[in-house]
């Protein structure tokens, strides 16, 4: 293994920089060339790349965000894009590939190990959707972003006495919104998962008002509905003052938590060391505290889903489902 590239790729996610770090020091550390593609697959397809130096990653370990930018591109999903970025990686001579990014992005990964490419895939995606690691890098960072807005929301709920619906990211995903509801002590939270009930929220949200308290917090995934419909459909319901607040961008960005910092590290380092030692189609994945390496192939064909026992404890702790 003597050259080797590393991209990101998807929607960026707080620790994405930590995770460059670690490839490329751990990389140049094993006497390897690093090369950083920019801008995902898109920087594969145009030979756009940088020769990675240690100096290139410093000063990025709590940043947010990504130094070699983060793309959607489309055609790297066709046959001819994957043939393209094949013939890329084959000029540049890459003996091995570090794809740090979602659910999308370790199906571009499996592509290229289709077509004869050591990768390896490192999972940062705020959704915590991707299947064989219990966290995404990324996820910590957003869920105390969305805390941190939610505490300060509840200031304005309890001074005025109103339910606050907050819609928080998960296009297909609610563990952001049924973790932040643990976290903010919310009443309920609106999940793709899960089929929702507006009529039993509201009436039990009445209930709880009636009895004196004085704010309340609904939770809403993006990808189970918006906002604006919940506050309509809720408004006969409750009898009181409803606002929104539609988190957006906030979510993604933002100085790394020491958690995501770290996991990033770890991860990072785990991929080199497995391309070093000649392993490659697997992802990195953290399972009861320890790293396993994870065949795309099983990622891929599973759906991670809302554990049964997370419901369970938040029902427990009151958030209506
Ligand atoms: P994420 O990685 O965060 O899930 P996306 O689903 O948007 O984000 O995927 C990111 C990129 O990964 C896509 O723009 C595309 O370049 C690549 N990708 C996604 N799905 C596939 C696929 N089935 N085959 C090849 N490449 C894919
Ligand atoms: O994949 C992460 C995610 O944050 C989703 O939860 C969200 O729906 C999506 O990305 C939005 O991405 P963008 O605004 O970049 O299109």
Redesign the pocket.
């Known amino acids: 293994m003597k050259r080797i590239g590393v991209l990101t790729s998807?929607?960026d996610?707080s620790g994405m920089n930590a995770a460059i770090r670690a490839v490329v020091r751990a990389g140049l550390e094993m006497g390897c060339e690093v090369y950083g593609f920019v801008q995902g697959y898109a920087g594969v397809l145009d030979r756009h790349y940088q020769v990675m130096e240690s100096s290139s990653v410093s000063g990025i370990l709590h940043r947010g965000g990504t130094i070699l930018k983060s793309a959607?591109c489309e055609e790297f999903k066709t046959d001819r894009g994957q043939k393209e970025g094949m013939k890329a990686l084959e000029e540049l001579g890459l003996d091995g590939l570090v794809v740090i990014g979602?659910d999308g992005s370790l199906r571009g990964a499996n592509a290229l190990l289709e077509r004869g490419m050591n990768v390896v895939g490192v999972p940062a995606?705020?959704?915590n959707d991707v299947w064989g690691t219990d966290m995404a890098i990324g996820v910590d960072t957003c869920l105390n972003t969305i805390t941190w807005a939610i505490d300060i929301i509840k200031d304005t709920a309890s001074s005025h006495e109103r339910a606050f619906i907050i819609e928080v990211?998960?296009?297909e995903?609610g563990y952001l919104a049924i973790m932040s509801s643990l976290s903010c002590g919310a009443e309920a939270a609106i999940i793709p998962e899960f089929p929702y009930d507006l009529e039993k929220i509201g009436s039990k949200l009445a209930e709880r008002f009636k009895e004196g308290k004085t704010d309340s917090i609904i939770l809403v995934a993006?990808?189970a509905a918006s906002a604006y419909t919940i506050q309509r459909k809720l408004k006969n319901h409750i009898g009181f003052e409803t606002r929104i607040s539609v988190l957006g961008?906030i979510?993604?960005g933002g100085v790394t938590s020491v958690f995501d910092r770290t996991l990033a590290s770890r991860m990072g380092v785990e991929a080199v060391n497995a391309l070093i030692d000649g392993r490659s189609g697997n992802m990195i994945g953290l399972s009861k505290s320890k790293f396993a390496e994870i065949p795309f192939k099983e990622v891929l064909a599973n759906k991670k889903g809302i554990q049964p026992k997370l419901i369970e404890l938040s029902r427990t702790l009151g958030v209506i489902l």
């Open positions: 998807g929607g996610s959607r979602g995606t705020i959704d990211m998960g296009r995903s993006e990808g961008h979510q993604r």
